[in-house]
């Protein structure tokens, strides 16, 4: 099923998605790679508050190359997700609604989801550069001495995603080798 959401991501609308629903985003998300959820981790741990308010923003997992002359940004496509598994429960545990990247997810983060009513997004690998045509501006908004690995926040036009993990647990990558599986 095709459906237009609007970013940030309430619960609501979480709950409402299913995986394999083609979905367009537009609205604010922002960016967050290895070394800005560290960074985010760290600060928490030092009883910090994180650099932006996490409740019902969408995080994608992605780094850009620079922007060509004209273009708010470069090259746009995810990172794999499990890189970001041991940040993502408490990030979900204080309201992050939504997470953006490629491939599987640890049993803990999929148990956060669940628990959270939240939704993990697959954009495709290797469409980078078509992906970054949905993305009207770009602003560095925190760790810029990341370099690509700093937060930003993007506002995004039709952000084609597909659900992959669910509100109820239900995971794509898993239903769909079942049913290659019949064939």
Same mark, same amino acid.
């Given at each position: =099923? @095709? ?5 940030? #991501? ?10 394999? !629903? ?5 609205? /604010?998300?922002?960016?967050?790679? !290895? +070394? ?12 910090? @508050?994180?650099?932006?308010?996490? *409740?019902?923003? $969408? ?19 995810? /990172? /794999?997700?499990?890189?970001? %598994?041991?940040? /993502?429960?408490?990030?979900? %545990?204080?309201?992050?609604? +939504? =997470? ?8 803990? #983060?999929? @148990?956060? #989801?669940?628990?959270?009513? $939240? #939704? ?19 602003? &560095?908004?925190?760790? *810029? %001495?990341?370099?690509?690995?700093? &937060? ?13 993990? !669910? ?17």
């Amino acid at each position: =099923m @095709d459906r237009h959401i609007s970013a940030p #991501v309430g619960r609501e609308t979480a709950e409402e998605l299913r995986a394999g !629903d083609y979905v367009y985003i537009t609205g /604010t998300i922002y960016t967050a790679r !290895d +070394a800005g959820h560290k960074r985010m981790y760290e600060t928490l741990r030092e009883g910090g @508050d994180l650099p932006i308010n996490i *409740e019902g923003q $969408a995080i994608y997992y992605m780094g850009p190359s620079p922007a060509r002359e004209g273009r708010p940004i470069g090259s746009a496509g995810p /990172t /794999t997700a499990s890189r970001m %598994d041991k940040y /993502t429960p408490e990030l979900l %545990d204080l309201g992050m609604g +939504a =997470m953006i990247g490629k491939g599987k997810r640890s049993q803990e #983060v999929i @148990d956060a #989801v669940v628990r959270n009513k $939240a #939704v993990y997004f697959a954009a495709v690998g290797g469409a980078g550069a078509l992906l970054s045509k949905c993305i009207t501006s770009s602003e &560095i908004v925190a760790y *810029e %001495d990341l370099g690509t690995e700093a &937060i930003r926040k993007l506002t995004v036009v039709n952000l084609p995603v597909i659900v992959v993990i !669910d509100s109820k647990g239900n995971n794509l990558y898993e239903t769909a080798v079942k049913e290659y599986r019949k064939i």
